[in-house]
């Protein structure tokens, strides 16, 4: 196929258009398969825009015994019967942003209504009734058992996570929206429920006590989002072509390509995969861009992260047991679940002896993005001011080994910043000032994409700040109140930088005095 008649399914949801219109596919049908039978009850969590709702689809179109869709694909290895089961395909992402049970009642009937299949009972008042009722008509009709495919099923619950009264009344109206689920059992041919979080069974589907969640299974893995492997054959051609408009040779395009979007990972010891929505968008536009990014962070996210006080400095390396991340949304006492099922922390190794997962931010795309959605939250101050007045910069200071030019143009433009209202308001809220100024500091580093880790623990304490840059690694302590020399002097007394002097990058020491009055910057030492 020409590269210029290559059509990328932007956007593009539904299996059936991207087989007939000859849009790129990448190959799962094996795993969709697979996951068709591997239990009759099935539940995955993946990120926004991953693909769940093309692996719906796809999903759909297999019970369906659409079998011409399939022609030449992995599945027609494995498949031999095709038989056509009626099937409900149901996206409750058209219940989004109703404020009340009442309101999520009528967007549930009114979906269950648009279906071609639909027909009216008038004993049937409640969304759960009719969905029983349309289960049992469509056995009864066709003779065989019914696939229900359930789209975004936390779409109606999202928005209301902060407030437990309004949760609590949209989780009753979903628990009896999905109790026919169990209840027709014997009508069931197979059931897939997909979404971004995890909430629990005892809440939604306490009637479904066989739900299996597959979204940690190592076999499952890989089937939202593209391989390495897949990546390097399917997209050959296109990495090729848009090497061309960078002027760098097809390996170092990839290489910048895989540092901008892959790096999630959907269990311990899995294959990393790229964000699919992200490379489509940047394969057809021949440009790298935060397309994931391009709607902002998520308010619900924001919301949490605020109403658990979530420190985001540490959100950069954390090893973890299974159960701190993959846990029932309404049952978080902190925002690592919420963080993790959404996409902006992912696994990046699994220690089988400790069984304990090390978490981490994805990817260059997470990251800045991440950062461009905490900045105001965090510190008051607008992403694009930092980036235009004063990262480029900073950046290219560091780049450089010259810390003093660095600190000087961080002088400058922390200097400036008291005028700015909601940084200052950001600024009495904070528990102390060097808080707030590391805070600060964590963030303008990470939207560099320079990795930053805070309160790194060392045999003789914290270390306030380590930047790791190619070849240097600078060790920081910053001071409000206190002199730069006392910064530097308990750098060397706690050894700070001790655990970094074998890893061959040069070790920079830097003590930093914050002037509280002044707000920026009012000394530095350097070693």
């Known amino acids: 196929m020409e590269l210029l008649t290559r059509k990328y399914p932007v956007g593009i949801q539904t299996f059936e258009r991207i087989i007939k219109e000859g849009f790129v596919y990448v190959d799962k049908t094996d795993l969709v398969w697979q996951l068709a039978h591997y239990a009759t009850f099935v539940f995955m969590s993946r ?46 992402s058209t219940t989004k942003g109703r404020s009340t049970a009442k309101e999520l009642q009528r967007a549930l009937t009114l979906m269950l209504k648009r279906l071609d299949v639909y027909e009216d009972n008038p004993d ?4 759960g009734e009719k969905l029983d009722g349309l289960i049992r008509l469509l056995y009864k009709k066709t003779g065989k058992q019914v696939a229900v495919i359930i789209d975004e099923y936390d779409a109606p619950l999202l928005d209301s996570l902060h407030d437990q009264t309004t949760l609590e009344a949209m989780r ?40 299996k969640n597959v979204s940690l299974l190592p076999r499952f893995a890989t089937i939202c ?4 492997h897949e990546v390097q054959t399917v997209f050959k051609q296109d990495i090729c072509e848009m090497a061309k408009d960078f002027k760098l040779t097809p390996k170092e395009m990839y290489a910048k390509i895989k540092f901008k979007y892959d790096g999630y990972h959907f269990a311990g010891g899995a294959d990393a995969v790229f964000n699919p929505f992200s490379l489509l968008n940047a394969l057809g536009d021949r440009l790298l861009k935060n397309y994931w990014f391009a709607s902002g962070t998520p308010t619900f996210l924001i919301k ?42 992912t696994i990046k190794d699994y220690d089988a002896e400790g069984e304990t997962y090390f978490l981490s931010i994805p990817n260059q795309e997470v990251r800045v993005g991440y950062v461009n959605g905490l900045l105001p939250t965090y510190t008051g101050l ?35 910043i008291p005028y700015i209202e909601g940084f200052k308001q950001k600024l009495a809220e904070a528990t102390t000032k060097e808080g707030f100024y590391e805070y600060t500091f964590y963030l303008i580093f990470s939207m560099l994409n320079v990795y930053v880790r805070t309160q790194v623990k060392v045999a003789g304490g914290r270390v306030d700040m380590v930047i790791f840059m190619p070849d240097t690694i600078y060790v920081m302590e910053l001071k409000v109140g206190d002199t730069a020399r006392h910064a530097l002097d308990q750098i060397d007394a706690r050894g700070y930088a001790k655990p970094y002097l074998t890893d061959g990058r040069r070790v920079i020491k830097v003590g930093i005095r914050f002037d509280a009055d002044k707000h920026t910057v009012d000394e530095w030492k350097v070693e």
Not at 180 to 191: G, T, V
């Open 47 to 92: 990120p926004r825009r991953f693909g769940k709702s093309l692996l719906t689809s796809t999903l759909e179109s297999y019970f369906k015994g659409d079998r011409e869709l399939f022609e030449g694909l992995k599945i027609t290895n494995l498949e031999k019967e095709w038989t056509q089961y009626p099937v409900l395909h149901l996206d409750l």
């Open 124 to 127: 049937e008042l409640t969304p």
């Open 172 to 211: 009753k109206v979903m628990q009896e929206f999905y109790v026919p689920l169990k209840a027709n059992e014997q009508y069931i041919k197979f059931c897939f429920i997909t979404g971004i979080t995890k909430f629990s069974q005892l809440s939604i589907f306490s009637t479904i006590n066989n739900l």
């Open 225 to 228: 989002g593209f391989t390495e």
């Open 304 to 345: 949490q992260m605020q109403h658990f006080h979530t420190d985001i400095t540490t959100l950069d390396s954390l090893d973890v047991p299974e159960s701190a991340f993959d846990q029932p949304t309404e049952n978080m006492k902190d925002a690592l679940p919420l963080l993790y099922q959404s996409g902006y922390l």
């Open 382 to 416: 607008n992403s694009g001011d930092v980036q235009v007045g004063f990262a480029l910069k900073f950046w290219r200071a560091l780049k450089q080994d010259d810390i003093d030019l660095a600190m000087s143009h961080m002088q400058s433009y922390l200097a400036g």
